[in-house]
């Protein structure tokens, strides 16, 4: 299994809403894409006050790597992802992408 981790560091113009609707849009795809098994999101609650910047994120869970290529490579993703970039303080540079085989 991959989980495939995303930590988001949003402009603060960028309401909760606008969030989650990406979040959403991005979990629909389990529907159309073979071997994701799961997408949970929310907000960052930094208990240890380690990550401040990064104020949400999202773990989806892929079944192999055939899976999380398919995610990426989806027209969908692909239109999600640029609005998502878009939406984080300095573009990409917002954006922390973690890739763990459990």
Do not use: W
């Not at 994120?57 to 899976?67: C, L, P």
């Not at 992802?81 to 573009?91: A, E, N, Q, R, T």
């Amino acid at each position: 299994m991959i989980k495939h981790c995303v930590f988001l560091n949003f402009k603060s113009e960028t309401s909760e809403s606008e969030q989650f609707d990406i979040f959403e849009g991005l979990s629909n795809l389990k529907n159309q894409i073979e071997g994701l098994n799961d997408f949970e999101y929310g907000n960052n609650l930094d208990f240890e006050q380690k990550s401040a910047d990064f104020n949400s994120g999202f773990i989806a869970s892929f079944e192999n790597r055939q899976a999380l290529l398919e995610y990426n490579e989806h027209p969908e993703h692909a239109l999600l992802g640029s609005k998502l970039v878009s939406m984080c303080k300095g573009g990409h540079q917002g954006i922390i992408v973690f890739d763990i085989e459990t």
